[in-house]
């Protein structure tokens, strides 16, 4: 089983541009996450999926948009990157929130000039 | 959401147990009390999780306080390798939001 799958896994970006973290799980898991983590910092919610078809707003949405596809994959999208967004994203799933282990990918590592 | 309470950071001697605490007086009767651990340029993983009862697996051991408002994370033996951020997380509900966690650092 790959787990929580996250491409790419290095981007550079200049300010204005878009583009879209994929995330993937194949663990047949309902919930999905994206997290941020700025350096020395914990982990903030962006947004999360609690099935498919759903998305929420976590801690830190603004400058952020999400897509569920379908139950495997979760979509973030930056519309027009900004510098403070220069971070490292964690994809996440779960299967049930009340007994499940929360499953992370590798994280992706955004810079934005 | 319900909230957690860390210490900031704690240090240990290696080889010797370490005990993490973790205060969450606002949980409810459903909330499971997770604790995940971050090594240095790693996503976070799994450590372990309880309901009410203590805990135990291969990592760790769970101590729940009998009214739930608090719980401790015991490490038996830490070594260098358990030097890592250490969150406390409840979960219910969909919305998992994490605190800023207990950085550890073992000492040889």
């Avoid at chain 1, 569920?68 to 220069?86: C, M, V």
């Avoid at chain 2, 900031?8 to 009767?29: A, D, F, K, R, Y």
Wanted: overall charge neutral; glycine content about 8%.
């Amino acid at each position: 089983n790959a787990g929580v799958t996250q491409t790419p896994k290095f981007q550079v970006l200049k300010t204005g541009q878009s583009m879209t973290l994929q995330c993937a799980q194949d663990m047949n898991h309902n919930s999905m996450y994206w997290y941020r983590q700025d350096p020395g910092m914990g982990l903030r919610l962006i947004y999360y999926s609690a099935s498919e078809g759903t998305t929420d707003k976590g801690e830190v949405p603004n400058g952020y948009n999400v897509s569920r596809l379908n139950k495997r994959e979760f979509s973030l999208r930056l519309e027009s990157a900004a510098p403070s967004q220069t971070s490292v994203y964690f994809c996440a799933s779960i299967w049930g929130t009340n007994t499940g282990e929360l499953f992370f990918g590798e994280g992706s590592r955004l810079t934005v000039l | 959401d319900a909230k957690t309470t860390q210490p900031n950071s704690m240090e240990s001697n290696e080889e010797e147990p370490v005990h993490l605490p973790c205060n969450h007086s606002t949980i409810s009767g459903t909330d499971y009390i997770h604790w995940y651990r971050q090594l240095p340029s790693q996503g976070p993983e799994y450590v372990i999780h309880g309901l009410t009862s203590n805990v135990n697996n291969r990592m760790a051991s769970l101590a729940i306080a009998e009214d739930r408002k608090s719980s401790t994370l015991i490490l038996h033996r830490a070594t260098l390798r358990d030097a890592a951020v250490y969150y406390c997380i409840l979960l219910y509900g969909n919305k998992l939001v994490f605190g800023a966690g207990t950085i550890l650092r073992v000492k040889s």
